[in-house]
């Protein structure tokens, strides 16, 4: 509830450790909280840079530039999403593959990239929770 003093602590930690990834994400979050969005957009790409060892900050980066309307940053970011979930770099499927899949059906549908479009509906489709929007 007090997002000016995690960002204080958190920063102070990421200095400590500035290869970890989990510093970083939890400094993006602070600065996202307290309306900083391009800072914390810095911070979620460092921390993929560092090599986002729990698996956030795609979906977190590419929320954060849906919200600052960059839609062809956000889809560019869902498909580094999904390029390394698909590579098994990272493991299962979660809610942020499936929001990947939509949110890319939707972007190539926009753009009347119909092939692409229809390659992430299918996508979509083998799944229960995104099988309606499909």
């Known amino acids: 509830k007090l997002p ?43 921390a993929i840079s560092a090599g986002d060892s729990e698996g956030v900050s795609y979906s977190r980066l590419a929320k954060l530039q849906e919200r600052l309307h960059d839609f062809e940053a956000a889809a560019s970011t869902w498909a580094r999403l999904v390029e390394e979930y698909e590579s098994c770099q990272l493991a299962g499927i979660d809610d942020d593959l499936l929001l990947a899949y939509q949110y890319l059906g939707d972007h190539f549908f926009r753009k009347n990239d119909l092939d692409k479009a229809e390659h992430f509906g299918q996508k979509c489709l083998q799944f229960d929770e995104t099988r309606e929007s499909a």
Do not use: I, T
Request: net charge positive.
């Open 4 to 46: 000016h003093y995690s960002l204080y602590y958190f920063s102070r930690a990421q200095q400590l450790r500035p290869s970890d990834s989990r510093m970083l994400v939890a400094l993006g979050d602070c600065y996202d909280a307290v309306n900083k969005p391009k800072d914390a957009a810095k911070c979620f790409q460092r």
